[in-house]
Each structure stands twice: as structure tokens, then as C-alpha cells.
T-cell receptor, first 111, second 112 residues
Framework: GENVEQHPSTLSVQEGDSAVIKCTYSDSASNYFPWYKQELGKRPQLIIDIRSNVGEKKDQRIAVTLNKTAKHFSLHITETQPEDSAVYFCAARQGAQKLVFGQGTRLTINP | NAGVTQTPKFRVLKTGQSMTLLCAQDMNHEYMYWYRQDPGMGLRLIHYSVGEGTTAKGEVPDGYNVSRLKKQNFLLGLESAAPSQTSVYFC???????????FGPGTRLLVL
């Protein structure tokens, strides 16, 4: 089955700097990769996703890149702001019906 | 549109007690999922359903049972709670298989 590894587990950056979170997956058949943001005490919410037929996708300050050959994908947040502080989860589709999640990255933005 | 709702929000159980967590969605989604979230371990899939009347095992199904008698509801049962089941439980639903999932607010369960 699919295995998703996420790094780093914690990340601290200065406000205004960029943050990058990386995930690797094991199943070469996986074709859908979402990213979720979970604020403290709240539910996970989708922030961006990418499919295997696309190498990069951007939405304002966030972007995701996918390298199918190396089986890894990354979340990039530019011009970080205090409200970006949260736990971020990557995921990969396993089979036809499920998502497998990474272990999460706690991002802290320092003012 | 309430989206995905979960009851209760918080519960304390003694070892060996039973309980049922209720998940409801009003988006007419076919797919529903139960996850548990533990520190440093992300979201792990317990059971899921691909439609009314169906259930399937996920990654960590032992000690849990589920039922999907109505399309909008997905119940998670603990027959005999154990301290290892202390966790935050999230329900999610999705319109398409293995795609965007919408999460409920979570249920915090403490088993003493």
C-alpha cells in the first residue's frame, strides 16, 4: 500500500520568509496529492492539490510542485504571515478510494 | 449548509465502556471516512464507506465498528474502550473517490 513520509516535523521561519514542506510517496500509481492546513483546535481544510499530469500549481502565496520520477511533492509558502502558523498535512491517493496522510508539519511564523 | 458535523465534541470513558460517535453530512456525498489523529502520527484511516450500506476497513480498524444505514450518516462504535483509543476522531466526506475530503470538527475522546 501507499506510504507517505513528510518532512520536517516542525518548521520555524521569520515572517516574510518562505517555507517549504516536502513529502515522498511510495506508490507510483498515485495520481492525486492534496495539502491540508489544520489550525490549532480546528479541522483540517484543503488548501491546494495537484494531479499527476501537472508539475506545478500556484494559488496566490502557496504553490505545490510534483516530481513523479522521484515520487515527491512539496508545498511552498512565500511571504509568510502569522496566520500561516498551523499544522500542514500532505496526502496521496491510495488505490481508487482512499487518501494516505503524512505525519504533519507544525509551521510557526515568528514575527 | 452545515457541511460535516460530529457528535459529541468531547467524551470521557472508562476502560471497557462502549460508545458511538455520529457523523452527519448534508452535501449528498457518497464517500465517508473515519480517522483518528494522534500526536506525530498524522491522520490514520479507521474505516470508510463508498456508499449507503457499505463499509470497509482502513489502516487501523481493530477495536472499532462502523455502520452506514443512511447516506448522510456514518457511525463509529467502540464496543469496549481501551486507553489506547484515547485520540481525536475526525469524520470526513467526499463527492469523488479518493479526492477532496471535507472534515468535521472532531471528537476528543479520553479513555481512562
Amino acid at each position: 500500500g501507499e506510504n507517505v513520509e513528510q518532512h520536517p516535523s516542525t518548521l520555524s521561519v521569520q515572517e516574510g520568509d518562505s517555507a517549504v514542506i516536502k513529502c515522498t510517496y511510495s506508490d507510483s500509481a498515485s495520481n492525486y496529492f492534496p495539502w491540508y492546513k489544520q489550525e490549532l483546535g480546528k479541522r483540517p481544510q484543503l488548501i491546494i492539490d495537484i494531479r499527476s499530469n501537472v508539475g506545478e500549481k500556484k494559488d496566490q502565496r502557496i504553490a505545490v510542485t510534483l516530481n513523479k520520477t522521484a515520487k515527491h511533492f512539496s508545498l511552498h509558502i512565500t511571504e509568510t504571515q502569522p496566520e500561516d502558523s498551523a499544522v500542514y498535512f500532505c496526502a496521496a491517493r491510495q488505490g481508487a478510494q482512499k487518501l494516505v496522510f503524512g505525519q504533519g508539519t507544525r509551521l510557526t511564523i515568528n514575527p | 449548509n452545515a457541511g460535516v458535523t460530529q457528535t459529541p465534541k468531547f467524551r470521557v470513558l472508562k476502560t471497557g465502556q462502549s460508545m458511538t460517535l455520529l457523523c452527519a453530512q448534508d452535501m449528498n456525498h457518497e464517500y465517508m471516512y473515519w480517522y483518528r489523529q494522534d500526536p506525530g502520527m498524522g491522520l490514520r484511516l479507521i474505516h470508510y464507506s463508498v456508499g449507503e450500506g457499505t463499509t470497509a476497513k482502513g489502516e487501523v480498524p481493530d477495536g472499532y465498528n462502523v455502520s452506514r444505514l443512511k447516506k448522510q450518516n456514518f457511525l463509529l462504535g467502540l464496543e469496549s474502550a481501551a486507553p489506547s483509543q484515547t485520540s481525536v476522531y475526525f469524520c470526513a466526506s467526499g463527492r469523488l473517490a479518493g479526492e477532496t475530503q471535507y472534515f468535521g470538527p472532531g471528537t476528543r475522546l479520553l479513555v481512562l
